[in-house]
């Protein structure tokens, strides 16, 4: 292939992806969006562990933990196992790797693999400065996978999970009116999230309020940085327009 017939392929696909959406407002909604969820997350976690000590909604916590470890069977051991590897770390992050750069070789644009890229950095940046920020100890159950230098709340996997297959379920709206492909997607985005969740209950990783809030902080992350990335392409393409 002669240099001239490079130059053209390269500069198809840069034609296809168009310019870099992002600008300095993006940039600066993605700064504050960050510090906003990471004051939330820090509030909630002062919530939790403090004015909540001691009521109905700790002693549920507690207790919830305990009836999950004693209706523990080798079955359930294994089933949760699958359940939590669906948002285990590195299996989230070579799925990330990989669908980000096939999203935009397949579209030929930002928007799918950008937003997913940014749900999911968003979600793990709040959760690891939420999370070694309180550092609330983990259920005193014996705990079924090996714990990690963060702590218990809130939960990075479920966070994770919620943020990754409720940001896939939209691209697929996004791409398809097919009925069949948009309700198993749907039914994906709701069922898998939620096996992650009940999961690290059962396995002793996390209690009730920590899925909560790390389901909250995953749809949070998806929500924001749709309309965050959704405006910055339509800027981009109105200066272009300009």
């Not at 790390?214 to 924001?224: D, E, H, Q, R, Y």
């Amino acid at each position: 292939m002669s240099s001239s017939s490079g130059q053209a392929t390269t500069s198809t696909v840069q034609r296809g992806l168009g310019p870099w959406p992002l600008d300095r407002r993006a940039y600066g909604q993605l700064f504050a969006a960050y510090l906003t969820l990471v004051v939330v997350g820090l509030v909630l976690g002062w919530v939790v562990l403090d004015l909540l000590d001691g009521t109905a909604i700790s002693m549920v916590d507690s207790d919830l933990a305990f009836a999950l470890e004693a209706a523990r069977t080798p079955m359930l051991d294994r089933l949760t196992d699958i359940g939590s590897g669906f948002a285990g770390t590195y299996n989230v992050i070579g799925a990330i790797v990989v669908l980000v750069v096939a999203m935009a070789w397949y579209w030929r644009r930002w928007r799918e693999s950008l937003t997913l890229g940014l749900a999911l950095g968003l979600e793990a940046l709040v959760f690891l400065t939420v999370s070694l920020t309180v550092g609330r100890d983990r259920p005193p159950v014996e705990q079924l996978d090996m714990s990690p230098p963060t702590a218990s709340f809130p939960s990075g996997h479920t966070g994770a999970a919620f943020a990754f297959y409720f940001t896939l379920a939209l691209i697929v709206f996004w791409n398809t009116d097919n009925p069949v492909a948009r309700v198993a997607a749907a039914l994906a985005a709701i069922v898998i999230p939620i096996s992650v969740a009940v999961s690290r209950l059962y396995r002793g990783m996390h209690y009730l309020t920590d899925v909560v809030v790390g389901a909250g902080l995953g749809a949070a992350c998806v929500f924001i940085v749709v309309r965050i990335v959704t405006h910055a392409i339509a800027r981009n393409r109105a200066e272009g327009v300009r």
